[in-house]
């Protein structure tokens, strides 16, 4: 399967998908480590990691608190 990353406002509505897709989720975490603060200055406010179809997790990209 093919890892990627949905993007979404908080209330849960999608505003995107992560334009690449990984091979591993380790692949996939990785990126978002690298990109996660261009996704929040673009007004997404948390992902949600794809495997194929299948939700893994999601993840709040805002400051807790």
């Known amino acids: 399967m093919a890892w ?6 908080a ?3 999608t505003v995107g998908v992560s ?5 591993t989720q380790a692949d ?6 690298e990109n996660w603060r261009d ?3 673009n007004e997404v406010d948390q992902v949600t ?3 194929g179809d299948t939700v893994v ?3 709040s ?3 807790p608190g």
């Open 19 to 23: 334009e690449e897709t990984f091979s």
């Open 28 to 33: 996939a975490e990785s990126w978002l480590g």
């Open 11 to 13: 209330d849960g509505r």
């Open 57 to 59: 997790y999601p993840m």
């Open 4 to 9: 990627s990353w949905r993007l979404e406002k």
């Open 39 to 41: 996704l929040r200055e």
């Open 61 to 63: 990209l805002q400051e």
């Open 49 to 51: 990691l794809l495997d």
